[in-house]
T-cell receptor
Framework: GAVVSQHPSWVICKSGTSVKIECRSL??????MFWYRQFPKQSLMLMAT?????????EQGVEKDKFLINHASLTLSTLTVTSAHPEDSSFYIC????????????FGPGTRLLVL | SQQGEEDPQALSIQEGENATMNCSYK?????LQWYRQNSGRGLVHLIL?????REKHSGRLRVTLDTSKKSSSLLITASRAADTASYFC??????????????FGQGTELSVKP
C-alpha cells in the first residue's frame, strides 16, 4: 500500500480569506495526485489532476483561479482555496497513485473546511 | 458517463448477515475498484479487479465482474458493525488514456446493526 496524509485535518476561516491544504505522499513519490471535494451525503467530485512540475488539469466547471493547485515536489501537492466563501465549505480529499503503478489510488484522510 | 453507479443506495442488515452491493458502468474498462469510506474520513482501497478477471477474494470480501453486462458486485460475508460505511465502485479507464482519474457514483450506504 501507500500512505497519503493531509494537513490540516480541519480548518475554520472567515469569508474572504485564503486557505491552503497540503497533500503528502509519505512513503512513495507521486508524480500525479488528484483533488476531490465532497459535500455532505454526496459523492466525491473530482476537481483536478495535479501533475508534478506542470500545471494542474481542472475538471469542467471548476474555477482554476479559485482553487490553486501547486505540485512542486514528488511528495507534495497543495490546494489553495482563494477568497473562500461559505459555499466553499466542504470536505476536500486528495489521492495519489502508489508505487505499484497507475491503477490503485490511495486517499488521504481529508480536510474539512468551514468558511464562516 | 465514466462513473460507476452503485445499487442499492442504502442497505441495512443485521450483524452476521451478508451484504451485497452492485455497480454498473457504461463503457469498456481496464479495471474496477471498490473503496470504503467511513463517515468523515478518506477512502480506503478494498480491492481491484481487472477486466480479464471474473472473481476476486480478499478476506471477507468477494468481488465479481461481468464485462458483458458491464456490472460488478461486492459481497461482504459475515458482516460486522465495523463494516458500516459508504462503499463506492470506480471503473478504471487507463487504457483509454484517461490519466487514471476516477469518477465516483453516489455509493451504497451500508448500515450493519449489532
Amino acid at each position: 500500500g501507500a500512505v497519503v496524509s493531509q494537513h490540516p485535518s480541519w480548518v475554520i476561516c472567515k469569508s474572504g480569506t485564503s486557505v491552503k491544504i497540503e497533500c503528502r505522499s509519505l512513503d512513495f513519490q507521486a508524480t500525479t495526485m488528484f483533488w476531490y471535494r465532497q459535500f455532505p451525503k454526496q459523492s466525491l467530485m473530482l476537481m483536478a489532476t495535479s501533475n508534478e512540475g506542470s500545471k494542474a488539469t481542472y475538471e469542467q466547471g471548476v474555477e482554476k483561479d479559485k482553487f490553486l493547485i501547486n505540485h512542486a515536489s514528488l511528495t507534495l501537492s497543495t490546494l489553495t482555496v482563494t477568497s473562500a466563501h461559505p459555499e466553499d465549505s466542504s470536505f476536500y480529499i486528495c489521492s495519489a497513485f502508489g508505487t505499484s503503478g497507475r491503477e490503485t489510488q490511495y486517499f488521504g484522510p481529508g480536510t474539512r473546511l468551514l468558511v464562516l | 458517463s465514466q462513473q460507476g453507479e452503485e445499487d442499492p443506495q442504502a442497505l441495512s442488515i443485521q450483524e452476521g448477515e451478508n451484504a451485497t452491493m452492485n455497480c454498473s458502468y457504461k463503457t469498456s474498462i481496464n479495471n474496477l475498484q471498490w473503496y470504503r469510506q467511513n463517515s468523515g474520513r478518506g477512502l480506503v482501497h478494498l480491492i481491484l479487479i481487472r477486466s480479464n478477471e471474473r472473481e476476486k477474494h480478499s478476506g471477507r470480501l468477494r468481488v465479481t465482474l461481468d464485462t458483458s453486462k458491464k456490472s460488478s458486485s461486492l459481497l461482504i460475508t459475515a458482516s460486522r458493525a465495523a463494516d458500516t460505511a459508504s462503499y463506492f465502485c470506480a471503473p478504471g479507464y487507463e487504457i483509454y488514456n484517461q490519466g487514471g482519474k476516477l469518477i465516483f457514483g453516489q455509493g451504497t450506504e451500508l448500515s450493519v446493526k449489532p
